[in-house]
């Protein structure tokens, strides 16, 4: 679902985030990518979405070869990816609901379909009580679980997450990756940066480890 | 090869039931930003009003200045006849002298028409004018002349007019020779020059106009930064980027346009009762019109595209180059 190969990502600047990287992650697999920062993680999620392209080396995510990728053509591979961010950019002057159907709006979903699915993403991260909140009224783990439906509620086949649990308590982020579990249960391909190596491993999923844009281990706890 | 694969794979498998939902939920986002749209610059109403009080008079003094134009251009089509020439005849030249006159006249190559209007008949019309009767009243005598109303031949050039007027003044028999066609040139040519004036005018002011519509439309661009980025992340395309701003330059234009129409109908309201006293000190000879239905709507019209136009400008520009961070 997600295969790197031999890529290399250097930046403008003359840094080399990433270094002949390969490795493959097949449809419905879950594993964690992690490593001391500075190490390539975020360099690695951008490139899947295509938010840098690589220097050298192929990408192919979802089946689709990402060099051969135009820039016209970025806006529907991203639609096809759902993301989770360490802040999670929610829009605060929109309310929970309108922020977890904008991919639905975006992809031209049709409006009893938008308040359907949203309502069914929303009850999967247990918010559905709040969809008419504000997002600064919620508490940080709530904020990012509202990303998460974000995420999820266009039911993209490959989830990419940057820190998600960087910003909460141990007891909150173990909730938020449990639910990241759930979602590889239900056939999404889930890629997932922490640096939170004890609760990566207490995940029991594939361990990507990333040190100085190469691959260093690769392990399954 | 390589690309006609990733066109294959791009395209999502569309049955015609989604294309339908797709076209509806395509509607439905464009009149959710119509709406919403407004609904920012209803949120910031002093901004917005000082934008469109610089709209609407960058869009009305052209137009003012064109309605100026076309009321003068109707009082210079009234003057009948222009290119007649009006000979007046020496006050001793009686009508049986300017009737032989009109004759030797009438016989020459450039003149079409010569009709002879003795003194009595000019008095009469006079009279006829209000104002005049009493001023008539307190004179003894006629002192007018008689006059010949000639007409060039219709295919006689300007300048065989010209050498007719030059051939009449020289005539002992002639007073004063008035040849209409020649203020009616110089009419002409300055009407031709103010809408030239007014043209300039207007695009000068038309390009303001995408200025300060581009320049509000970016500054707005800037201010949504972060939430344009997010919906680049989510996967939107530029055209749905752009979408609302474009909406929000439509609705600049139109409000701006109704405004600069608004403000040209108090003007005229404004200048109404003068000019009625003017007009009617005339004896209603001339009148004056207002902005007609069908200028107005140009006028809207443009104003529209103008607003959209600018807003296209700004966007391209600033969307385009802001990939999300």
Redesign the interface.
Known sequence: MITFDRVSKRYASGHEALNELSFELAAGEMAFLTGHSGAGKSTLLKLV?L?ERPSRGHISVN???LT??RR??V???????G?VFQDH???I?RSVFDNVA??L???????E?VGKRVRAALDKVGLLKYEASQPATLSAGEQQRVGIA?AIVAKPAVLIADEPTGNLDPQLAGEVMALFGEFQQVGTTVLVASHDLPLVKRMGKRVLVLDHGKLLDDFRP | MNRRIEKNRAKPAAPAQRDKFSQRAWREQHLYSLFSSLGRLAARPIATALTLAVLSLALALPLLFWLLLDNARGLGGQVEDARAISVFLKPDIDIAAANRFAEHLRGDAQVGSVVVKPPEEGLEEFRSRAGFADALKVLHYNPLPTLLVISPRATAATDASAKLFAQLRGNPAVDLVQYDAQWRQRLSAILELGERGAAVFAALLALAALLVIGNTVRLDIAGRAEEIAVMQLLGADDGFVRRPFLYTGLWYGMLAGVMSLMLIAIVEWFLAAPLAALTASYDHRFAVHALSLQAMSGALAASVVLGWLGALIAASRHIALGQPK
């Open positions: 979405a938010l089946g689709q070869n051969q990728v016209r053509g806006p529907r591979v991203r639609r096809g990816i993301m950019r929610l829009l002057d904008l991919p709006v975006i992809a031209g979903t049709a409006r379909e974000r």
